[in-house]
């Protein structure tokens, strides 16, 4: 009798901590807190565009273009947060740094890395006016203008920039509200031109964004500069950005035979290599922009008010505004949407 007792409990140990394992879904065996310091080099199991993780939230929002009519100045969007789910385990694809590449390069597509010796040794990546980069004791770089503009131009004689996964790891060292009237924040931009008063109707962008407080959203641009439209898949999904290093990953691709596009950003929060889908936003029309009808349509562009930007474009652009931050590890590739 005694035997059995003992065979029980034993049995009991061995299940109970089977069930530990089975549903702990990060525990993994002689895995220390050491594991993701060379994470660039071993990066983590982490969600993929198809998959959402327990850690984060996603923010899906598909705009209701049957509502909206052309006067409207503003969009009519659902908007839904779902949480995330544990990744299925999956091979991870790695770019020239060693970051996770969510989708796959295009066959034949451009990939573009920047100079981590000397930014400016590059023919194609040019920083604003006024604005100087300073190389920091960590082997990031510095851009001391509170107002950062640093785009990646279109080699003459190649396709410009389309469908795109754009990253960037950033870490905000200051606020300095150079501009009240515009938000603080970082933003990876792609779909448009250079950006100025003499060629308004080349200005259009796609603005995939997260601000100092923690908070991301989408933004567009029809014209510069009167063409914006109001933030859309505006959500809180972390803390304060400000005095730590964390990583951004925004991803524009067309969809329903280049009549719509898929817009995605990702937040890898802890500076693992560990990414989670934070927005996840469709634009098939009825997303207008807020100028008035009178002034939107001064810039004579010959575009609706809710263009949906399908169009590729020769820059994809790196901004931030109303803030000092470092940088490291930018990189835009041309990618091969999963159908």
């Not at 960037?168 to 009237?181: E, L």
């Not at 933004?219 to 898949?233: H, M, Q, R, S, V």
Request: proline share 4%; net charge neutral; aromatic share 10%.
């Amino acid at each position: 009798m005694s035997k059995s007792v003992n065979a029980f409990a034993s049995m009991t140990v061995v299940l109970s901590f089977l069930a530990v394992v089975i549903y702990t879904p990060n525990l993994t065996f002689g895995q220390s807190s050491s594991y993701f310091d060379n994470y660039r080099t071993n990066p983590s199991m982490s969600s993929s565009p198809n998959t959402n993780n327990s850690d984060g939230i996603t923010q899906t929002s598909k705009i209701n273009s049957k509502t909206v009519h052309q006067s409207t100045t503003k969009t009519n969007a659902t908007t839904t947060a779902i949480a995330n789910r544990v990744a299925k385990p999956a091979a991870i694809v790695v770019d020239k740094f060693g970051i996770k590449k969510l989708y796959p390069t295009k066959k034949g597509g451009r990939e573009w890395y920047i100079n981590m010796d000397n930014p400016k040794n590059d023919s194609i990546f040019h920083i604003g006016s006024g604005q100087k980069l300073i190389r920091q004791i960590d082997g990031s770089w510095s851009n001391t203008n509170p107002q950062v503009r640093m785009h990646v131009s279109t080699p003459p004689g190649l396709s410009m920039w389309k469908n795109v996964e754009i990253t960037g790891y950033v870490k905000v060292t200051s606020i300095d509200r150079h501009n009240k009237d515009i938000p603080i924040d970082i933003a990876w931009l792609a779909r448009g031109d250079i950006h100025n008063d003499h060629i308004r109707c080349d200005g259009t962008a796609l603005n995939g964004g997260i601000h100092n407080d923690g908070t991301v959203g989408w933004k567009k641009e029809i014209w510069f500069p009167g063409g914006y439209t109001d933030e859309l898949a505006h959500t809180k999904v972390t803390g304060p950005i400000v005095g730590r290093w964390i990583g951004w990953k925004v991803v524009i691709y067309n969809i329903n035979n280049d009549s719509a596009v898929k817009m995605e950003s990702y937040l890898d929060d802890n500076n693992t290599n560990h990414w989670i889908k934070v927005t996840d936003l469709t634009d098939d029309g009825g997303w207008y922009a807020n100028s008035s009808d009178k002034e939107f349509y001064s810039a004579e562009c010959g575009k609706p008010k809710d263009n949906v930007l399908t169009n590729a474009g020769p820059i994809v652009a790196f901004r931030s505004d109303n803030m000092i931050a470092d940088f490291t590890h930018l990189s835009v590739r041309e990618i091969q949407p999963f159908s």
